[in-house]
């Protein structure tokens, strides 16, 4: 039996040794191309396929090509007749590639075709001795594990004291929900923001503010006598509206008072 002739994709590569790069669109016949890119590599160049990694970007994609992937093996193992194009390249499926695609299949399940994160996974724990992992560890995406923690904090750090509760039912209440707060904190955190003030300046204003003269800046003689007394009714003003955001402060953290007195002028 010399076998059945299978035409190759229009524009396909010569494979050979060289490294591939392939550049496309969306819906313009990359899943196409890699399926026969498969059985290529499969037929002529005597790879098994559990030896043939392939990743993809997203757990649709990857579903998408190891059905895509199998059902091509699958239909040329069972070619029944000469598909013969005129001007094509054609792969002959005699007994010898029949045999090739049947291992192929049989192989199937032992073989990668995943996300990036999931080969990244795999390659952990067939090395975990070699890199120092956990056998059992849990791939999970990256936004449901920060909801998580969020949620865990609110739950735990920002109710274990009243002043923490406070600084919580504020931020809610600024954020306008949960779910908002969460959104900007996951934003800022995604694009590696840098917190303003550091916890080093937070830690030098917090001491600054418990350490604030407020009742010798309100000595008015104290005052008259270092300004003169032209410049002692200003100078009262505004050490009057001070002086409760600073008390305020000292007692109990608000962002509010952080707020009015980070904006006052």
């Known amino acids: 039996m010399s076998g059945h002739a299978y035409p190759k994709p229009s524009t396909f590569p010569n494979l050979g040794t060289k490294h591939w790069v392939l550049e ?16 290529e590599l499969v ?9 043939i990694v ?7 994609a990857s ?10 093996l699958e239909e040329l193992r069972d070619l029944p007749e000469d598909k013969t194009q005129v001007g094509r390249t054609h792969w002959v499926i005699d007994a010898s590639a029949r045999e090739k695609l049947a291992a192929a299949l049989q192989a199937f399940d032992r073989t990668v075709i995943s996300t990036i994160h999931a080969f990244c996974q795999k390659i952990l724990q067939d090395a975990a001795f ?26 735990t750090t920002f ?18 929900s949960p779910e908002n707060l969460l959104k900007l904190l996951r934003n800022a955190w995604s ?8 916890e080093t300046s937070l830690v030098q204003a917090r001491q600054a503010i418990t350490d604030f003269p407020v009742a010798d800046l309100l000595d008015a003689a104290g005052l008259e006598q270092g300004f003169g007394k032209k410049s002692l009714s200003t100078i009262l003003d505004r050490f009057n509206l001070f002086a409760p955001l600073i008390e305020g402060l ?16």
């Not at 392939?54 to 649709?60: F, R």
């Not at 000292?250 to 002028?265: I, N, P, Q």
């Open 159 to 176: 109710c274990a004291t009243k002043e923490a509760e406070t600084f919580l039912v504020e931020a809610l209440d600024w954020a306008g």
């Open 250 to 265: 000292k007692k109990c953290e608000r962002l509010s008072d952080w707020g009015a007195l980070l904006d006052s002028d």
């Open 63 to 72: 579903l998408e090509l190891r059905r895509r992937i199998r059902e091509k």
């Open 24 to 39: 496309a669109s969306a819906g313009t016949g990359k899943t196409f191309t890699l399926e026969h890119l498969v059985v």
């Open 130 to 155: 070699e890199t120092g992992q956990l056998f059992r560890q849990q791939r999970v995406d990256e936004a449901d594990l920060f909801a998580d923690t969020f949620k865990d904090h609110l739950r």
């Open 54 to 60: 392939i990743v993809t970007y997203t757990e649709a």
């Open 191 to 198: 694009a590696r923001a840098t917190l303003l003030p550091t």
């Open 43 to 51: 037929l002529t160049g005597d790879h098994p396929l559990q030896e």
